[in-house]
């Protein structure tokens, strides 16, 4: 049995976040970051015009990034590197589809406060253990290996409290994937209607939240927004595990979001016991062990 002294070998493999901060090193690519100030000669219209999604916008000079829409594919980091840079963070989950894009616009907080605490009445009856419904609403799949990958032994997602169910009856978090297919539109709606209250969904990816590549046509919607009411949106082509994970917390109230706010319960009480999964000691992904 080759396994036995591997295993011994190798140790605990299983990631402690979000216990204890983990990631995937300097050199991923979690997101796109956009410099504050650019010169006022730089013209980064060559960039808009090759984003294949159409993510970045420039109004008066200033460039905007949309995270919704972004696929990292790196172009406009390689002709503007002074402009926009890789970053490996992965907590890049928000709540309000407006807060995806970067830099942010602080002028609308009260709105996205209001979002947080509407979202954190509805989690507080949320118990121990929560359950989540899948929905592929016309992905090309890469999402959905980042999904199964949260039951490996090296994310454990079950450790935290948190299932996977066949039943929508049985669900509190509805995790769509997929640029929303005509197709599915409708068996999406009857599997949200179903979903005993109160009920979050997580839109998974850039497909799911934009429609991607595929964008907005005769066989897509250009994202679920217009079929269901979208809490949280994780950004990303596909997101990461640990990018969905952080998605599933901030859902739950368990970790702010990626704009700074609070999410649920307010983040000081997140570890201590009580409605949804217990998490003792949780801390930002931003100080080292």
């Not at 070998?9 to 216990?19: A, D, E, F, L, S």
């Not at 100030?37 to 200033?62: H, Y």
């Not at 009920?199 to 994202?223: F, M, N, Q, W």
């Not at 596909?238 to 999410?263: K, M, T, Y």
Request: net charge neutral.
């Amino acid at each position: 049995m080759p396994w036995i002294p591997r295993g011994m070998r190798n140790g605990i493999v299983t990631t402690r976040y979000p216990r204890h901060p983990d990631g995937y090193g300097p050199g991923f690519r979690g997101s796109v970051a956009v410099a504050r100030d650019v010169a006022d000669d730089v013209n980064l219209e060559p960039a808009t015009q090759a984003c294949p999604t159409g993510a970045i916008k420039v109004l008066e000079g200033r460039p905007d990034l949309d995270r919704g829409r972004c696929i990292l594919c790196g172009r406009c980091t390689e002709l503007y590197p002074q402009v926009f840079r890789f970053q490996s963070d992965f907590e890049t989950s928000v709540i309000a589809r407006r807060a995806l894009v970067v830099p942010p616009d602080n002028e609308d907080r009260e709105s996205l406060e209001r979002a947080r605490q509407e979202l954190g009445g509805r989690v507080k009856s949320l118990r121990r253990s929560v359950h989540i419904r899948h929905v592929d609403a016309g992905s090309d799949g890469s999402e959905e290996w980042e999904i199964a990958a949260l039951l490996s032994p090296v994310y454990d997602v079950q450790r935290l409290g948190v299932f996977f169910t066949a039943s929508p009856k049985h669900a509190d978090l509805l995790l769509v994937t997929g640029a929303g297919s005509a197709g599915m539109l409708g068996p999406l709606r009857e599997t949200y209607d179903v979903m005993p209250v109160p009920k979050v969904v997580i839109a998974v990816g850039a497909d799911a939240i934009s429609g991607g590549l595929i964008g907005e046509g005769y066989a897509t919607r250009g994202g679920i927004g217009r079929t269901l009411p979208v809490d949280v949106h994780v950004p990303g082509s596909p997101p990461s595990p640990f990018g969905i994970l952080h998605g599933i917390l901030v859902a739950v109230g368990l970790l702010p979001p990626a704009d700074g706010g609070r999410s649920g319960r307010d983040a000081p009480d997140a570890g201590r016991t009580g409605n949804g999964p217990v998490i003792p000691n949780v801390r930002h992904h931003e100080a080292a062990p």
